[in-house]
């Protein structure tokens, strides 16, 4: 594991009912306090520390190391999957020619994601984890 990756602050947009799902199953998972995610779909977020406009943050998945690197796109859920203990399912997408697809498929995911959620936020909303600070629940789970 990269220790110079944690803690690592998770941009997300809090607007975004698969982006919310995503961050529940994570933040469920982070045991370990590896993960700090901050919802930049306020009115109040300031882009300024991270060097990027807000519309560019919304439009690409973000992330800052604990060194202060920015990470992009399927290299932020790389990290965040093995912040998680969970890195190992996505090594593969490191290897040379799946590294390609799965950055063009996460720039198509990225460019229809506002539309997609709005379609299938329903059942992204149904599934996602209700979290109260740190604890988090499985939907229905009533503990």
Request: net charge positive; with cysteine; hydrophobic share 40%.
């Amino acid at each position: 594991m990269d220790t110079q990756a944690y803690p690592m602050e998770f941009l997300y947009d809090g607007e975004c009912a698969i982006c919310r799902f995503d961050v529940a199953h994570l933040r469920r998972h982070d045991r370990h306090g590896r993960l700090r995610f901050i919802d930049i779909s306020g009115a109040d977020f300031d882009p300024t520390p991270y060097g990027r406009s807000k519309a560019e943050l919304l439009a690409r998945i973000t992330a800052r190391r604990a060194d202060g690197r920015i990470v992009e796109g399927p290299e932020v859920f790389r990290l965040a999957l093995a912040a998680n203990g969970l890195g190992w399912l996505v090594a593969p997408t490191r290897w040379p020619g799946l590294a390609c697809i799965t950055e063009a498929s996460y720039r198509c995911f990225a460019r229809h994601r506002v539309q997609l959620s709005r379609r299938f936020g329903g059942i992204f909303a149904r599934l996602t984890p209700v979290c109260d600070g740190d604890v988090c629940q499985r939907p229905g789970s009533g503990s």
